[in-house]
C-alpha cells in the first residue's frame, strides 16, 4: 500500500507540475525554399541545383518549461525538392512530406514580445511527389516520383534530420525562420557512394492560442 501511496503522490506531483505550465496550441503556413544534395563517390550532381518554391501548413502543440524554455511539436505538410535550369529548359521536383518537428525553443519575454531561437530533431514521410520537365520548346512532362528501396526506386520515403531557426510571437501572432537538414540517406541505392539530402530553408506566419 506504501508503495501505491508514492506512485498516486509522485503521479499527482507531476500532473500539478504539468498544468502549471503554459500549454499553447497553433496554426502556421509560409514558404520554403527546398534543394537538395545529390553525390556519389565520383561527383556532386546538384552543384547546379537552385530552390525550389514551395509551402509549409501544420498545427503545432507548445509545452512551457519555465520562463525561458520551452517544448514545441509540430504535424507539417512540407514540400521538398530542387529546382534545375539547364540551356534547354528546367527540371523541378516536387515532394510532399508529412513531417514531425520537435523542437526545443529558448528565449526571455520582452514585454508583450516573445523572442526565441529553436532546434531539435525531425522526421518525416513522403506522401507524393511530381518530376517535372519544362522545354523551352515543346510541352511539360510530368513523371510521378516512385518512393521505395529498389534501383527503380527515386527515394526512400522516411527522412529524418535536424531542424534550427529564430523567431518571435507577441499577442499570439508568431513569425519564424528556419533550416532543416536531412541527415537522412534518401537514396534507394548507395552503392558507390551515391547519397541523396533534403536541405530547407522556411519562413512561417501563425497563430497560437493558450490551453
Known sequence: ?????????????????????????????????????????????????TMNLGYNAGVTFELGLGKL??????????????????????????????????????GPQLGPLKVFGAAGPYIGYGITGKLISIPDEGSKVTEDIEFGDTQDDYLKRLDYGAKFGVGAEVMGITIGAYYSLGLANISPVTEGGAKINHKVISVSLGYKLGL
Open 1 to 49: 500500500m506504501k508503495k501505491i501511496g508514492k506512485v498516486l503522490f509522485f503521479s499527482f506531483l507531476t500532473l500539478i507540475s504539468v498544468q502549471t505550465f503554459a500549454q499553447k496550441i497553433g496554426i502556421q503556413g509560409g514558404i520554403n525554399l527546398a534543394n537538395m544534395l545529390v553525390e556519389d563517390d565520383e561527383a556532386t550532381y546538384s552543384e547546379d541545383f
Open 69 to 106: 524554455l520551452s517544448l514545441e511539436v509540430g504535424a507539417m505538410a512540407d514540400t521538398k525538392g530542387f529546382k534545375w535550369e539547364l540551356d534547354g529548359g528546367t527540371m523541378k521536383a516536387n515532394v510532399l512530406y508529412a513531417d514531425i518537428p520537435v523542437l526545443l525553443k529558448v
